[in-house]
């Protein structure tokens, strides 16, 4: 559902120097929707970001921008948005923070950013970006449901297009960013806009006709048709889901931004694409204080 074309595909910060590990050729995977737990999704998820990651760098590092924040393929930027507020002085925490390209910009405003990511892989593209730019985001290998940070660590947590739709336990997700955000603190996060998923992954015109329930919570899932295992997860949640979940976590939703596609945008994004982003939106940005 995600960015990504379907059937292409693929811990220790010390261990994080870039180097040339060879790219796991793509397999051939079918797609289902059935039920996949968190310790699934994850087993799935990293492995398929470590195959994936060059791939990955490659087709969007440049439009990221190696210090640039974009909270989707809409290209809609943090310095636009301002959904983070100030980040001069405060302590950031970015969750699937991939190469680090939105922690950068947060450095550049004066933030503390700090990376957190289940693939290491894309925590290599990281550190090689940090040394070419010299704007260092330290990171961390881990995973969104279990955060290696003491209580009320940060002022800001934020995740574009990062790990929120790729695990089970969202709700455990939630409570751990709740658990490490100072009173007061502010989370933000991009994902795949609910309403989406009733539609096929196709930028084209097809793309336009729902053809699945949007109140269908089963995850959508990859399966590795040599091994048999799933090799990729992505769950949905609708609106009415997050804005319960937040609102039960002790946040307050002070935001739901719903990015145009812009009129002389004519980049193609896995199913993102001006052909469809005219038509519904393709990106839902969340911002909410913690009480
Ligand atoms: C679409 S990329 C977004 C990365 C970055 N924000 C960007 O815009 O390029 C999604 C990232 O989420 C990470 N991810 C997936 N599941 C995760 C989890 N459970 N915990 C932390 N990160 C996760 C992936 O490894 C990947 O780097």
Not at 179 to 190: K, M, N
Not at 198 to 217: C, N
Not at 268 to 285: C, E, K, L, N, Q
Request: charged letters at 25%; a negative charge.
């Amino acid at each position: 559902m995600l960015s990504r074309p379907p059937a292409v595909y693929g811990r220790g910060v010390n261990d994080l120097a870039p180097d040339s590990r060879t790219h796991t050729p793509h397999k051939p995977v079918r797609v289902e929707r059935r039920r996949v737990d968190e310790a699934e999704s994850r087993k799935a998820n990293g492995p398929d970001w470590d195959r994936y990651a060059d791939e990955y760098q490659a087709s969007h590092g440049e439009f990221l921008g190696d210090a640039g924040f974009v909270w989707g393929p809409e290209g809609f930027t943090e310095a636009e948005a301002g959904i983070l507020g100030d980040v001069t002085g405060r302590d950031v925490l970015e969750v699937g923070s991939g190469a680090g390209q939105c922690s950068r910009w947060v450095r550049t405003q004066g933030g503390r950013a700090y990376g957190l990511d289940l693939s290491r892989r894309q925590l290599q593209h990281s550190r090689r970006i940090d040394e070419a730019s010299g704007i260092v985001v330290p990171s961390v290998l881990g995973t969104a449901t279990d955060l290696p940070f003491a209580d009320d660590s940060f002022d800001v947590v934020f995740s574009s297009f990062g790990a929120l739709q790729f695990v089970s336990d969202i709700d455990v997700a939630v409570a751990d960013t709740a658990r490490v955000l100072r009173p007061g603190g502010r989370f933000a996060f991009s994902i795949t806009h609910p309403t989406r998923w009733m539609f096929p992954d196709d930028p084209s015109e097809a793309g336009l006709v729902a053809s699945q329930s949007y109140w269908d919570r089963t995850p959508y899932v990859e399966v590795d048709d040599t091994t048999g295992e799933v090799s990729y997860v992505e769950h949905h949640r609708t609106l009415g889901d997050w804005v319960s979940l937040l609102a039960g976590t002790g946040f307050v939703l002070t935001d739901l931004l719903e990015p145009e596609w812009p009129e002389h945008h004519d980049r193609i994004w896995g199913g993102w694409s001006g052909v469809r982003g005219r038509f519904t939106p393709g990106t839902a940005i969340f911002g909410a204080n913690l009480r």
